[in-house]
């Protein structure tokens, strides 16, 4: 059973695009991270939410955590051939020692 | 500032034969240290993680075991490796209060032939 849903799997957009990567449980998550991960590296940390409806934004990246601290969302705006990757989601789990858990994760594609 | 560090990169073992992968961390003390492991379309698997040195939590059963004999050294290893053991391993670390960020190593792809 995978407790953190990330979609979609895939996604190949055009350079200056807008677009949005989920991120959904029914667990509920003391805190949640975003990861971007290059081919053949370690996933680079992004962003941290903690509170439910939190909105953080990094350049053209907004995150943004469920009301109920389920799920999360990445949008990103006027996409550049440098985001291209793999963004990870994960969550600590509340009522489970805050283990970690991560989604399969989105694997982007900018076409320039 | 705080680094990761493991190695080696890259592995081509045979069945049957040891593993030992390296992972340190500096500017740091007393860190949360992990190793994942990464199956393409299969995320991030958690194998072990350690709160102090001696202190091994061991997440599946395996032929893989972890030793943590300095306070930023992890080391993951296996007396007899399987075809299954192949796949990009992940060193890392967070602060000793979990804050659920993980920092990760550079990774080590190993291919066990």
């Known amino acids: 059973t995978q407790l953190l849903e990330q979609s979609p799997q895939f996604l190949s957009i055009q350079e200056g695009e807008n677009l949005t990567v989920y991120c959904n449980s029914s667990?509920?998550?003391?805190?949640l991270q975003w990861y971007r991960q290059e081919p053949g590296e370690g996933p680079v940390l992004l962003v941290t939410?903690?509170?439910?409806?939190e909105v953080k934004k990094l350049k053209r990246l907004t995150f943004q955590f469920g009301d109920a601290r389920k799920d999360s969302s990445l949008h990103i705006t006027a996409a550049q051939p440098g985001d291209t990757g793999l963004y990870l989601c994960?969550?600590?789990?509340?009522?489970?020692?805050?283990?970690?858990?991560f989604g399969k994760g989105t694997r982007l594609h900018i076409l320039p | 500032s705080q680094t990761i560090h493991q190695w080696p990169a890259t592995l081509v073992q045979p069945v049957g034969s040891p593993l030992s992968l390296e992972c340190t961390v500096e500017?740091?003390?007393?860190?949360?240290l992990y190793w994942y492991r990464q199956a393409a379309g299969r995320g991030l698997q958690l194998l072990f993680y350690?709160?102090?040195?001696?202190?091994i939590s061991s997440e599946v059963p395996q032929n893989l075991s972890a030793s943590r004999p300095q306070d930023r050294q992890f080391i993951l290893s296996s007396k007899k490796l399987l075809l299954s053991d192949s796949g990009f391993y992940l060193c890392?670390?967070?602060?000793?209060?979990?804050?659920?960020?993980?920092?990760f190593g550079e990774g080590s792809r190993l291919t066990v032939l």
């Open positions: 890392a670390w967070s602060v000793t209060v979990n804050t659920g960020e993980l920092f």
């Open positions: 500017g740091t003390s007393n860190p949360n």
């Open positions: 350690s709160v102090g040195i001696g202190q």
């Open positions: 994960a969550g600590q789990m509340v009522n489970r020692d805050d283990k970690i858990i």
């Open positions: 667990s509920v998550f003391s805190s």
């Open positions: 939410v903690v509170t439910g409806g």
